[in-house]
């Protein structure tokens, strides 16, 4: 059984992330996916202006078969602790974590990584 996880907001959700969803089954041939979302704030403390209710839901309308809130500690970090927490949490029992990002680069984004990680800087 292979699972694969998503760590969003969709705040509000809308069919960039129904594409995402969607393509992130076709890829991975996964049998589940796990989305984990924020609740009621999402990153830096910003009120969500969608109830979390009704943006697990559209989720699970849309191909997310279990959607778990992240938690509000979590929700109300920086980028890194809201990845972070994320990541955590479903590595527990995820294969593999699908994200979307607007430059399709893989190069420029392998060489972000490696910039990031370089403990030069």
Same mark, same amino acid.
């Given at each position: 059984?292979?699972?694969?996880?998503?760590?969003?907001?969709?705040?509000?959700?809308?069919?960039?992330?129904?594409?995402?969803?969607?393509?992130?089954?076709?890829?991975?041939?996964?049998?589940?996916?796990?989305?984990?979302?924020?609740?009621?704030?999402?990153?830096?403390?910003?009120?969500?202006?969608?109830?979390?209710?009704?943006?697990?839901?559209?989720?699970? &309308?849309? @191909?997310?078969?279990?959607?778990? $809130?992240?938690?509000?500690? !979590?929700? #109300? =970090? *920086?980028?890194?602790?809201?990845?972070?927490?994320?990541?955590?949490?479903?590595?527990?029992? &995820?294969? @593999?974590?699908?994200?979307?990002? $607007?430059?399709?680069?893989? !190069?420029? #984004? =392998? *060489?972000?990584?490696?910039?990031?990680?370089?403990?030069?800087?």
């Amino acid at each position: 059984m292979r699972i694969t996880s998503i760590i969003s907001e969709y705040n509000p959700f809308h069919e960039g992330h129904k594409y995402h969803m969607e393509n992130t089954k076709k890829i991975t041939n996964s049998d589940y996916t796990i989305v984990i979302m924020s609740g009621d704030f999402t990153q830096r403390g910003t009120p969500a202006i969608i109830d979390k209710t009704l943006r697990a839901k559209a989720a699970g &309308c849309c @191909g997310a078969d279990l959607v778990l $809130e992240l938690p509000v500690t !979590a929700s #109300l =970090s *920086s980028a890194e602790g809201f990845a972070a927490k994320g990541v955590s949490i479903l590595s527990l029992f &995820c294969d @593999g974590l699908s994200f979307g990002m $607007e430059n399709a680069d893989s !190069a420029l #984004l =392998s *060489s972000t990584v490696d910039a990031l990680l370089d403990e030069r800087f």
